[in-house]
């Protein structure tokens, strides 16, 4: 993975993230693509083995600092919008997490309101305590948190109100079947109503 961020070979894609009451983009997500040979490596075949192996940690620096260099660039450029990475477990339980995302958004120049990390649900609820600690410290710079997948069976509802979360993205497998399956409108219009 270093080879592939040094060969220009790993590249962030922008996701725009849409206010659907006023149709403004506010945001937008990096998410990581990898290009070998000109063509795509799917992210599930390089980031399950870069968890594993620990190349996580540098690929996920790498990341947040180019997302929030970007996002620094949009706002100095009028553009009201913040950016958001995903996080891992490996990222987060790493040594001096906390202070290695102050550090990134001190050198690029983004404050830390336009700064979102998006933490998978699962994550969340197997590394409950050590989690929950480091992402308040991020929140407490400022740093919106985000959960992820939210609604895949990992989490209770009544887990929600223990997290230092802003946002709830509900797990596509609940959106999708909106407007056709009523016992999902139901659970859906629940976690809102909850979130």
């Known amino acids: 993975l270093q080879r592939a961020i040094s060969n ?3 590249t962030l894609q922008y996701q725009p993230v849409v206010d659907l009451a006023t149709s403004r983009v506010t945001g937008a997500e990096a998410l990581v693509r990898w290009w070998r040979d000109d063509a795509a490596v799917p992210p599930r075949e390089f980031l399950g083995a870069a968890e594993e192996s620990g190349l ?3 690929l996920g620096d790498w990341v947040l600092r180019e997302a929030c260099t970007q996002g620094a660039l949009w706002r100095a450029a009028s553009w009201d919008v913040g950016v958001s ?5 490996r ?9 290695d995302v102050a550090a990134v958004l001190a050198e690029t120049g983004l404050e830390a309101s336009a700064l979102t990390v998006e933490v998978n649900e699962r994550i969340l609820v197997e590394h409950a305590g050590e989690m929950v600690d480091r992402l308040a410290e991020l929140r407490a710079l400022g740093v919106r948190l985000a959960i992820d997948d939210f609604g895949t069976g990992y989490a209770s509802l009544a887990y929600l109100r223990q997290l230092p979360a802003d946002i709830i993205k509900i797990d596509p497998s609940f959106v999708d079947g909106l ?6 409108a139901l659970l859906t219009r629940t976690v809102v109503q909850v979130g």
Do not use: Y
Request: proline content about 12%.
């Open 56 to 58: 996580i940690v540098p």
């Open 91 to 99: 990222q987060i339980s790493a040594p001096g997490f906390p202070g």
């Open 85 to 89: 990475v995903n996080l891992s477990a």
């Open 8 to 10: 220009g070979e790993l």
């Open 179 to 184: 407007g056709r399956d009523e016992t999902l």
